[in-house]
């Protein structure tokens, strides 16, 4: 097995009440490496990409999953695993490499909704960036998807 390693500012599960996820924060010095990896694993050229915090303990591996089913999580503390489909995987890797041409993120994060553990709960696993464009109004967002305008 081929492993890849980038770091993270931070891994945190949350807990919200019956519900678990995790959010995987990067600050910019670690996108490229980071960006690195998914390429590298979309393209099948490692295994796993494994990332682990600058400053803590937590850790997340990456991994291909079944090509078309959704993805699947086990997040625990101190370490996570998430096996995502080929589309997941495409995606994240395009959100993180406009990011790297840009210097920025279209929006601050990027979720992958999973299966998670044992029980089949959906939760989410979520990615955020350090900078990002500044948010659109309501109204600047239906334009751009073609819906009619709010009526007061």
Known sequence: MIKRRASADRI?????????????SFDADAINDWTLGLVLLKERL???LGVSENAGQNTL??????????????????SSRLAVSDAEL????HFFLK??????GEVDH????????????????????SESAPPVSSAEARRRLGLKPESD
């Open 90 to 93: 495409e995606h994240l890797a």
């Open 61 to 78: 591996e990456l991994s291909r999953g079944d090509a078309r089913a959704r993805a699947r999580a086990v997040l625990a503390e101190p």
């Open 99 to 104: 990011y790297v041409r840009d210097g920025f």
């Open 12 to 24: 945190e599960r949350l807990q919200h009440a019956a519900d678990v996820s995790l959010r995987v």
């Open 46 to 48: 490692v295994d796993v």
């Open 110 to 129: 990027v979720d992958i909704q999973v299966t998670e553990g044992k029980s089949d709960r959906e939760s989410y696993v979520t990615f955020t960036v």
